[in-house]
């Protein structure tokens, strides 16, 4: 079946350090993948999204590019805030209703 | 502004006492769902309505049902809360249903079972 593996954490940064978290997916076809970023006691904040291969989704300084032959999509962001400070989550949704979630990586940031 | 809105945001019943947690939404998005997301792990999907189609997923325990009264609105309904029920649950929506349909999740009830 569908899935997503994403590196486990929680992983522990400097203020303005570069950010890779990892993410592959298996899947029959070419779902739409995605990355969510939850904040402490709050719901999933859609992050960025591409829904084909080499697409490449970014926001708020966060990027992800959409690797068909390798089957990824990292999430990596120049310098990281103490305000990312959360949890990412990496999603794929190929049959149109359910998202399939990784695990979830806690990133902490200290100044 | 649009919003996925979830009431209340902290839940406590008893054991075995029906309980039921509600969302709304600002977004007039056709389909809305519920997911159920247990300490330190990923969502899993209860189910989701298409406009008034309801849609199981194949392991969501009988014990979980739901209703959608209108557009706006969506109800989770858990009929004897187990200690196992205790958890987050989230209700987002999407405009329509598709891969590439993004999904809007609102901030979540966090359910305690005593």
């Known amino acids: 079946g569908n899935s997503v593996t994403q590196m486990e954490g929680p992983v522990t940064l400097s203020e303005e350090a570069f950010l890779t978290i990892n993410c592959t997916y298996t899947?029959?076809?070419?779902?739409?993948l995605f990355w969510y970023v939850q904040y402490p006691g709050e719901g999933l904040q859609l992050l960025l999204k591409a829904t084909k291969a080499d697409d490449k989704g970014s926001n708020k300084g966060f990027e992800a590019t959409y690797r068909k032959e390798t089957t990824s999509f990292h999430l990596e962001k120049g310098s990281v805030q103490v305000s990312d400070s959360a949890v990412y989550f990496c999603a794929s949704n190929q049959a149109g209703t359910a998202l399939i979630f990784g695990k979830g990586t806690t990133l902490s940031v200290s100044s | 502004d649009a919003m996925v809105i979830q009431n209340p945001r902290y839940q406590v019943t008893q054991f075995g006492k029906p309980v039921t947690l509600s969302c709304s939404q600002t977004?007039?998005?056709?389909?809305m769902y519920w997911y159920q997301q247990k300490s330190s792990q990923a969502p899993k999907l209860l189910f989701h309505?298409?406009?008034?189609?309801?849609?199981n997923e194949a392991d969501t325990p009988d014990n979980f049902q739901s209703r959608r009264p209108n557009t706006s609105f969506c109800f989770l309904d858990i009929r004897s809360p187990g200690l196992g029920d205790a958890a987050m649950y989230l209700c987002a929506t999407s405009r329509e249903q598709g891969p590439s349909w993004e999904q809007y999740f609102g901030p979540g009830t966090r359910l305690t079972v005593t």
């Open positions: 899947a029959t076809g070419y779902p739409s």
């Open positions: 309505y298409y406009d008034k189609d309801f849609n």
């Open positions: 977004l007039n998005h056709n389909v």
